[in-house]
């Protein structure tokens, strides 16, 4: 099971090979996947792999982001990069962030209903960074936000949206 978040894209063969399920993402996307071992399952996204051990994880992979970020809900995924000395296996709650400028990874434990409550139609912040917030409002929205960025950077929020929200309420 997929879902894709606003602004995303999902490449997918008609049919999977029979040794391999291998998809390729642009965006942001939250899976679940059944464990199959004949048969591995590999999100593709930008310079990271995601090889799944069967699991429920989320991808973001945004042109626009410096960073190709894995997050780990439940169960196991490796993730391999380009300029990354050898795959890592993640844990559940941890968030790989892959540098796209300088090929390093670095990995941290995370609450992940911050980061998959989109999937329920809200979005939660705490203690983000408002360059942060305005960055998801344009991709809730797809609207230019424009937010100056001395105050993008000190200035730090928590709240929850819910879709339907309107955005003039939520900018003021």
Known sequence: VVWLNSNSTLDYPEQFEESCREVSLMGEAYFEVKHDESCPFIVKSGDIDV??????????????LSTVEAIL??????????????????????MLSYDRGSSSADVKFV????????????????????????????????????????????????????????IDEILS
């Open 51 to 64: 090889r799944v051990l069967g699991t429920n994880f989320l991808v973001e992979n945004y042109k626009h």
């Open 73 to 94: 809900v439940e169960g196991n995924v490796e993730v391999s990069g380009r300029g990354m000395r050898k795959p890592r296996l993640l844990v559940p709650g941890e």
């Open 111 to 166: 609450n992940t209903d911050h980061y998959t409550s989109w999937i329920h139609n809200k979005v939660v912040f705490d203690n983000s960074t408002l360059g942060d917030i305005s960055t998801n409002l344009r991709q809730w929205f797809v609207r230019d936000i424009y937010c100056d960025p001395k105050v993008a950077a000190s200035v730090r929020l928590s709240f929850t949206l819910k879709r339907g929200d309107e």
